[in-house]
């Protein structure tokens, strides 16, 4: 923001950090219209390399999640910046493979986005010995996050990017045919808010106002939620929702006080999922159902398993794929 302030000085520029640490573009996709697009965005730096799993073998949900978000903002004429971010282990000298930047680069190409590589600009300035990995990283505990120092050389790798694409007057494009499939296309981010009535024992609330770290914190992220209390009297009773959609996902809170719900699609087995997190409050996704048949409706359950003084809080049921639809609202 500072270096286009100084370089444009005659422009206003307003800037929206619409980042979620740790999560990947399967949320970020149910995000986009309320997080990004609401703001009517001209300039878009888009990363999510290192938590869609960089180093395992590219995942073809989470591939269609992130063609999905880059097609989406350029449809719109949004200019978008692709970011690629290292971690220290790829600075070192026996760095591992990184699989899925080949993936992201390859959707980046097809649709003209400007490439800022900071894992490829960390590594040069590594290699000439002007600074050590360890400087970059300067808490030990923690391989990922680098410092203020490490975090200036991503800027200068995403500044350069930018600055070229201005120079060659680039433009991002639509190429006719997605690479990876559509499923994501189509996204509903259904608020659990809206359900009336709401099961025994569930009632509407708001988000946390305070988390473990700044960018967790859910009231920026979220409105009204729906909260299971657990009484002796009224245990809470399940949420069922029928759907059409290919893939489910929840989101929602994870505070201390949290326990678990199992949550079942159709007649499979019921998966336990825990909400707990004992350093304080922060979000909770869980990714319910991929590669379902939009065009069949599907039934899912959420049931509460918790004890007394335990809640569940739940934002959302995020569809994506066919018409991904709630069918009984």
């Known amino acids: 923001m500072a270096k286009l302030q100084v370089a444009y000085p005659l422009a206003r520029f307003h800037s929206v950090d619409a980042a979620i640490g740790g999560t990947g573009s399967q949320l970020a996709a149910f ?3 309320r997080d990004v697009l609401s703001a009517k965005p001209d300039l878009v730096f888009l990363d999510f390399t290192v938590n869609d799993d960089v180093y395992a073998a590219p995942d073809s949900n989470r591939l269609a999640a992130y063609e999905a978000i880059v097609r989406r903002l350029v449809e719109k004429g949004i200019n978008v910046v692709q970011v690629i971010l290292p971690t220290k282990v790829d600075v070192l000298p026996t760095p591992p493979p990184r699989p899925l930047d080949a993936k992201h680069k390859e959707i980046g190409a097809a649709y003209g986005l400007p490439l800022a590589d900071a894992v490829a600009w960390v590594k040069q300035v590594v290699s000439t010995g002007s600074v050590m990995p360890d400087e970059l990283w300067d808490v030990p505990s923690d391989n990922t996050h680098p410092g203020d120092m490490g975090y200036s050389l991503y800027a200068e790798a995403v500044w350069s990017a930018f600055q070229k694409a201005v120079a060659g007057e680039a433009a991002c494009r639509l190429p006719d045919t997605m690479l990876h499939a559509d499923s994501y296309m189509t996204a509903n981010r259904y608020q ?5 009535p709401l099961p025994n024992g569930w009632k509407t609330g708001l ?5 473990v770290a700044f960018d967790f914190v859910c009231s920026r992220w979220m409105d009204n939620i729906v909260i299971a209390d657990h ?6 009773g399940p949420i069922r929702l029928h759907v059409k959609c290919a893939n489910a996902l929840l989101f929602g809170e994870a505070t201390k006080d949290s326990g678990d719900y199992s949550v ?17 409050n922060m979000w909770h996704t869980h990714l319910v159902a991929s590669g379902l048949d939009p065009e069949q409706t599907h039934t899912i359950t959420i049931t509460p398993l918790i004890s007394p003084r335990q809640q569940i809080r739940l934002d959302s049921l995020c569809l994506a794929g066919g018409p991904a639809k709630v069918l009984n609202r």
């Open 264 to 280: 079942q699609v159709n007649d499979s087995q019921p998966e336990t999922v825990s909400t707990h997190c004992r350093d304080g």
């Open 231 to 236: 009484t002796d009297a009224q245990p809470s």
């Open 192 to 196: 659990l808010s809206k359900m009336n």
């Open 207 to 211: 988000p946390n106002r305070n988390a």
């Open 31 to 33: 995000r986009l219209e």
